[in-house]
């Protein structure tokens, strides 16, 4: 199971890292994403990954998080930067095709962006 870590609170125009950590399975070259759920909205896709290193970004999260995965130590990053109100949520880490799925959410760590 898929277990994310990090959050925490932060003022706007801070950075936080995120980390997930694959447990009790094996952490597949395959495409991984970072997903956020803000308060009353549906869970959205910010960041993925594929087993090559390419990345793609949400529109609302370009040139502010950095998607990385480190394949030895089994562990997804998420870097992010100059974090907005916006960007308060609860973060989680999936494989895609589980995402598309509707499964495989383990538990999210939150990350709430105020002054």
């Known amino acids: 199971q898929l277990q994310a870590s990090g959050g925490g609170l932060v003022q706007p125009g801070g950075s936080l890292r995120l980390s997930c950590a694959a447990s009790?399975?094996?952490?597949?070259?395959?495409?991984m994403g970072w997903y956020r759920q803000a308060p009353g909205k549906e869970r959205e896709a910010v960041a993925v990954?594929?087993?090559?290193?390419?990345?793609n970004y949400a529109d609302s999260v370009k040139g502010r998080f950095t998607i990385s995965r480190d394949n030895v130590k089994n562990t997804l990053y998420l870097q992010m930067n100059s974090l907005k109100s916006e960007d308060t949520g609860v973060y989680y880490c999936?494989?895609?095709?589980?995402?598309?799925?509707?499964?495989?959410w383990g538990k999210g760590t939150l990350v709430t962006v105020s002054s």
């Open positions: 990954i594929t087993g090559i290193g390419s990345r």
């Open positions: 999936n494989f895609l095709t589980a995402a598309v799925r509707g499964e495989g």
């Open positions: 009790g399975s094996i952490f597949r070259s395959d495409a």
